[in-house]
């Protein structure tokens, strides 16, 4: 009788303690933090559990669990919170709406996949690409709770291919052949496929970016198939965490923290198609105290993406995200690998992200923005990236995102320009790219403080700073076959130190533009004047190489 009370015993005290330890965030993430940033606590648990299965949830891949999953939910709710488990198998379902204290957990062999009946999807008030707008109901959501978790090693799939575009570009041919024999639309050129024609009219009356000028209740139904809902979306919540989970297939953005603190996301696998149009893999906005760990990307936009509203609405919600720490992730196909922007109206501040791969992203280290946002990004720490084969630029920042037709006009700052400044990189190694850097600021709003050091670069072309303010680079390789080597346009004290251009036999750098001054070239084997040319009314006066 002991002995058997003893194994209870020791069985519920293991529940308990699985349902509270549920992550193991390293202590050394928060040492030496170039802000102050309290360690984030992962949210507990009582030991309560509940399966979906008695609630009559079928694994037969073909019944509707909505329901079986809300009773789940609503059960543990009522008993005072914990865990709801998904056993293996593969179960079909409409959205699922977390309340606080409760856990989603998924066995190893487990499927959830999202119904094609958009019936079960309700369009409602949402916030996309950083305006309040109005999507369809996300597969999972939660608004306001506290402590809730989604962990396991099972597989969440959104089922984007009953809501996404596709580009005849993005696929090989008889992907593209399958896609228009399978029904839906085509556009007006026919290079784009769409699931219906109720989705090709709403992207027709977008006028900002993704997001309908539509203004009354009907006009929002007849374009419902338009309104493709997040994957999981947690708006005003407090202590989250998404562990160990693979997400996949979502029909726009992935995963989407909005206005949360003390978010843990930890050892989770987001894949979508390449061709996914909007398919983010993880878009961080307007939080507080967030940790990305050790997760990998595989998507058909951005990687890693940190945010905090778009243009009069960001501004107005004035919220930044800040105190975020990204460490040890991978992001493979994406536009870019760790990405700021370009909807960062509230602003973004005390970032530290370390030791990732970036492996034939578009862009590796993404900055972007445009006239017309407001907003500063400020005090972010780069250190230990690593990247191969990138698509265009290793190291981007681009303050004219979406192009621009006056991008020399200087237009008076205020309130809606945008500024970046005190960005520190470290450590940044790139093995293959189209182009090194690229710094691209606004006349009226120069890149400020921006600093890189130890850096090697493989590239075919070499680097360009524009409209940049107080730029150093120290200890940077860049082998390219381009020449000029670097183009530095219309910026102020710049200063390159030890910076070197192996296999060029004669390197050069290139000045231009009439407000180019004070660029100093320091230490640096083989530069003397003959290496530096000037156009544009740049004034050789701009210039100057000592300690060689």
Same mark, same amino acid.
């Given at each position: 009788?002991?002995?058997?009370?003893?194994?209870?015993?020791?069985?519920?005290?293991?529940?308990?303690?699985?349902?509270?330890?549920?992550?193991?965030?390293?202590?050394?993430?928060?040492?030496?933090?170039?802000?102050?940033?309290?360690?984030?606590?992962?949210?507990?648990?009582?030991?309560?559990?509940?399966?979906?299965?008695?609630?009559?949830?079928?694994?037969?891949?073909?019944?509707?669990?909505?329901?079986?999953?809300?009773?789940?939910?609503?059960?543990?709710?009522?008993?005072?919170?914990?865990?709801?488990?998904?056993?293996?198998?593969?179960?079909?379902?409409?959205?699922?709406?977390?309340?606080?204290?409760?856990?989603?957990?998924?066995?190893?062999?487990?499927?959830?996949?999202?119904?094609?009946?958009?019936?079960?999807?309700?369009?409602?008030?949402?916030?996309?690409?950083?305006?309040?707008?109005?999507?369809?109901?996300?597969?999972?959501?939660?608004?306001?709770?506290?402590?809730?978790?989604?962990?396991?090693?099972?597989?969440?799939?959104?089922?984007?291919?009953?809501?996404?575009?596709?580009?005849?570009?993005?696929?090989?041919?008889?992907?593209?052949?399958?896609?228009?024999?399978?029904?839906?639309?085509?556009?007006?050129?026919?290079?784009?496929?769409?699931?219906?024609?109720?989705?090709?009219?709403?992207?027709?009356?977008?006028?900002?970016?993704?997001?309908?000028?539509?203004?009354?209740?009907?006009?929002?139904?007849?374009?419902?198939?338009?309104?493709?809902?997040?994957?999981?979306?947690?708006?005003?919540?407090?202590?989250?965490?998404?562990?160990?989970?693979?997400?996949?297939?979502?029909?726009?953005?992935?995963?989407?923290?909005?206005?949360?603190?003390?978010?843990?996301?930890?050892?989770?696998?987001?894949?979508?198609?390449?061709?996914?149009?909007?398919?983010?893999?993880?878009?961080?906005?307007?939080? *507080? =105290? %967030?940790?990305?760990?050790?997760?990998? &990307?595989?998507?058909? $936009?951005? !990687?890693?993406?940190? /945010? @905090?509203?778009?243009?009069?609405?960001?501004?107005?919600?004035?919220?930044?995200?800040?105190?975020?720490?990204?460490?040890?992730?991978?992001?493979?196909?994406?536009?870019?690998?760790?990405?700021?922007?370009?909807?960062?109206?509230?602003?973004? *501040? =005390? %970032?530290?992200?370390?030791?990732?791969? &970036?492996?034939?992203? $578009?862009? !590796?280290?993404?900055? /972007? @923005?445009?006239?017309?946002?407001?907003?500063?990004?400020?005090?972010?720490?780069?250190?230990?990236?690593?990247?191969?084969?990138?698509?265009?630029?290793?190291?981007?920042?681009?303050?004219?995102?979406?192009?621009?037709?006056?991008?020399?006009? *200087?237009?008076?700052?205020?309130?809606?320009?945008?500024?970046?400044?005190?960005?520190?990189?470290?450590?940044?190694?790139?093995?293959?790219?189209?182009?090194?850097?690229?710094?691209?600021?606004?006349?009226?709003?120069?890149?400020?403080?921006?600093?890189?050091?130890?850096?090697?670069?493989?590239?075919?072309?070499?680097?360009?700073?524009?409209?940049?303010?107080?730029?150093?680079?120290?200890?940077?390789?860049?082998?390219?076959?381009?020449?000029?080597?670097?183009?530095?346009?219309?910026?102020?004290?710049?200063?390159?130190?030890?910076?070197?251009?192996?296999?060029?036999?004669?390197?050069?750098?290139?000045?231009?533009?009439?407000?180019?001054?004070?660029?100093?070239?320091?230490?640096?084997?083989?530069?003397?004047?003959?290496?530096?040319?000037?156009?544009?009314?740049?004034?050789?006066?701009?210039?100057?190489?000592?300690?060689?």
């Amino acid at each position: 009788m002991r002995r058997h009370i003893f194994i209870a015993l020791f069985i519920g005290l293991c529940v308990a303690v699985n349902a509270q330890n549920l992550t193991s965030i390293p202590a050394s993430l928060y040492v030496n933090l170039p802000f102050k940033m309290e360690p984030i606590k992962a949210p507990n648990f009582p030991a309560t559990q509940v399966s979906i299965s008695d609630f009559g949830a079928k694994n037969d891949g073909k019944t509707d669990n909505t329901e079986a999953f809300a009773k789940a939910i609503d059960a543990i709710v009522a008993k005072g919170g914990g865990t709801v488990e998904i056993p293996a198998g593969k179960w079909i379902t409409g959205p699922i709406v977390l309340r606080s204290n409760v856990r989603l957990h998924t066995e190893k062999g487990t499927l959830v996949q999202f119904s094609t009946n958009k019936d079960l999807y309700p369009i409602i008030k949402a916030n996309f690409e950083g305006l309040e707008t109005y999507r369809c109901q996300q597969p999972i959501s939660a608004d306001g709770a506290e402590n809730i978790a989604i962990t396991g090693e099972g597989i969440f799939d959104g089922t984007g291919q009953a809501w996404r575009p596709v580009k005849k570009s993005k696929v090989s041919e008889s992907q593209w052949n399958e896609f228009v024999a399978s029904g839906g639309v085509l556009d007006d050129k026919k290079l784009t496929w769409w699931p219906s024609e109720a989705a090709y009219q709403g992207s027709r009356m977008a006028t900002d970016q993704n997001v309908p000028n539509v203004q009354d209740e009907a006009g929002w139904r007849t374009i419902k198939d338009y309104l493709r809902p997040i994957m999981v979306d947690l708006i005003n919540c407090k202590n989250i965490l998404i562990e160990g989970v693979t997400i996949q297939n979502s029909p726009s953005w992935t995963v989407h923290p909005l206005m949360c603190q003390n978010v843990i996301v930890s050892n989770v696998n987001i894949q979508n198609p390449s061709w996914g149009q909007n398919t983010d893999g993880i878009d961080i906005e307007s939080c *507080k =105290n %967030v940790v990305l760990y050790k997760s990998s &990307f595989n998507v058909g $936009d951005d !990687g890693i993406c940190v /945010k @905090s509203g778009k243009n009069e609405s960001g501004r107005k919600r004035g919220i930044p995200t800040e105190n975020l720490i990204v460490d040890g992730c991978t992001v493979y196909h994406a536009h870019g690998g760790f990405v700021v922007g370009s909807e960062m109206s509230g602003g973004v *501040k =005390n %970032v530290k992200v370390t030791n990732c791969f &970036f492996k034939g992203t $578009d862009a !590796g280290l993404r900055f /972007k @923005s445009t006239r017309g946002r407001g907003g500063v990004v400020e005090n972010i720490t780069i250190e230990n990236i690593f990247m191969n084969n990138i698509v265009g630029d290793a190291v981007l920042f681009d303050l004219f995102y979406g192009g621009s037709k006056n991008k020399d006009e *200087k237009v008076k700052a205020d309130e809606t320009t945008p500024a970046f400044k005190d960005i520190t990189m470290k450590n940044i190694s790139c093995d293959g790219a189209k182009r090194a850097l690229f710094f691209n600021g606004l006349p009226e709003m120069n890149l400020e403080n921006i600093s890189i050091e130890n850096g090697t670069f493989i590239a075919d072309e070499g680097g360009r700073i524009s409209e940049s303010t107080n730029v150093t680079l120290t200890n940077i390789s860049i082998k390219t076959p381009a020449s000029p080597n670097l183009i530095i346009n219309n910026s102020q004290y710049i200063t390159l130190v030890n910076i070197q251009f192996p296999g060029t036999s004669k390197p050069l750098i290139n000045i231009n533009g009439n407000t180019s001054q004070y660029i100093s070239i320091q230490h640096s084997p083989g530069f003397t004047y003959k290496n530096i040319t000037w156009s544009d009314h740049a004034s050789k006066d701009s210039i100057e190489v000592r300690g060689w």
